[in-house]
């Protein structure tokens, strides 16, 4: 299934040694949206290589498409032409029932806003994720991992935004996911609570081994990605390695 000669995997941090598993392999991929009279082109021909356990970093301004191949990639959309293959699964031939357990098994989101329930604690907005998972972490284990132990029984109203966004990870973390797809996690956040996130995406990362996309306007943030794929007029403008990971305490923005 995979060209093994593909430039994606050429400029994979790890090429010149034994590279990972594909995790993710889109052929010439496109998503067109007609309103109206009107075709829009929100992306063309994307040919891209994602691999396990890697931190990718996805860039670009508003309109560029990322959002929309984060959905594709992500079961919540099929793209108009071309494959997108899930290790051996054809996502584009899926059925709904087919996505929707892709969905729930195999991948997890994060988005701009948090989406937690207000009537349920940190404990238990994870709990709705671990109840219905086949070999889920506990919620106590879940926002353990993101450093909210001691925040377990409090309810959103009573928690910063930066934690809030560290709950919603602990529940997508907590049915342990291969993937975990982030759109602007923190965009909602300031420049000190941002980082505070990006620690717990970067540790998930690291111990869990899970493949982590991030979607961001912010430049700043890409230093701290295996790779580092920026997006514009829904094509793949450049896709480039960082030979140093940075830690988030030398990111600045």
């Known amino acids: 299934m995979v060209n093994q000669s593909s430039p994606n995997l050429q400029t994979h941090p790890k090429a010149y040694a034994n590279l990972p598993p594909v995790i993710f392999h889109v ?9 109206g009279e009107v ?7 994307i040919n891209l290589d994602l691999f396990e356990g890697e931190f990718v970093v996805l860039l670009g301004p508003s309109g560029s498409g990322k959002s929309t ?19 051996q699964q054809d996502l584009t031939q899926a059925n709904d029932r087919t996505l929707t357990r892709f969905r729930r098994e195999s991948v997890g989101f994060i988005f701009q806003f948090y989406n937690l329930i207000p009537s349920l604690t940190a404990r238990e ?6 109840d219905i998972a086949h070999r889920p972490m506990t919620p106590e284990a879940a926002l353990e991992l993101v450093n909210l132990s001691d925040r377990l029984d409090h ?12 709950v919603a990870i ?52 890409a230093a701290m990605g295996d790779r ?10 450049t896709l ?3 030979q140093h990971r940075a830690s988030t305490n030398e990111l600045d923005w």
């Open 228 to 237: 580092v794929i920026t997006m514009r007029d829904g094509q793949i403008h």
């Open 27 to 35: 052929r010439e991929m496109t998503k067109t949206y007609t309103m």
């Open 39 to 45: 075709q829009v082109h929100a992306l063309q021909s």
């Open 170 to 221: 602990a529940r997508a973390i907590a049915k342990r996911p291969e993937v975990l797809l982030c759109d602007e996690p923190t965009g909602a956040l300031d420049f000190s609570t941002g980082k505070i996130v990006l620690d717990a995406l970067a540790k998930v990362n690291a111990e869990l081994g899970t493949t982590v996309v991030v979607i961001t306007h912010n430049a700043g943030i």
């Open 125 to 130: 907005n994870v709990a709705l994720v671990t």
């Open 155 to 166: 309810f959103p109203s009573q928690l910063s935004g930066g934690q809030q966004q560290r």
């Open 240 to 242: 480039q390695q960082n």
């Open 69 to 87: 191949l984060l959905n594709i990639l992500g079961g919540l959309d099929i793209p108009s032409s071309g494959q997108v293959f899930f290790r």
